[in-house]
Nanobody, 128 residues
Framework: QLQASGGGLVQAGGSLRLSCAAS????????MGWFRQAPGKEREFVCA????????YYADSVKGRFTISRDNAKNTVYLQMNSLKPEDTAVYYC???????????????????????WGQGTLVTVSS
């Protein structure tokens, strides 16, 4: 129901834009998030956006370089990644809480357990 795309190979300092398209149901009023998992590491929070598109949260490691946005009419969430670093190399997953219009305390946006729907992941490789 969530399809992530846009990954690929890019040189350090470059940019990529990931997309997460929903099908089968609408997530236009769901909290959406991006997580990533590097080889041998646990899946970690990258960023999240509230259903209205106003609330956004970022991991410190990507703050100022990554931007999350959403187009509810297209049922799609985006992750614009600039100034990429080799340490950004990972499989990126989009996720949705699946609820309608719910808001949370800030800490909940960072937790994997908040999200009930997950995409299949798209690989981002940043070469040095």
């Amino acid at each position: 129901q969530l399809q992530a795309s846009g990954g690929g190979l890019v040189q350090a300092g470059g940019s990529l834009r990931l997309s997460c398209a929903a099908s089968g149901r609408t997530f236009s009023r769901s909290v959406m998030g991006w997580f990533r998992q590097a080889p041998g590491k646990e899946r970690e929070f990258v960023c999240a956006i509230g259903w209205g598109g106003v609330i956004t949260y970022y991991a410190d490691s990507v703050k100022g370089r990554f931007t999350i946005s959403r187009d509810n009419a297209k049922n799609t969430v985006y992750l614009q990644m600039n100034s990429l670093k080799p340490e950004d190399t990972a499989v990126y997953y989009c996720a949705a809480d699946g609820h309608s219009g719910r808001t949370y305390l800030q800490a909940a946006y960072y937790r994997r357990g908040t999200y009930n729907y997950w995409g299949q992941g798209t690989l981002v490789t940043v070469s040095s």
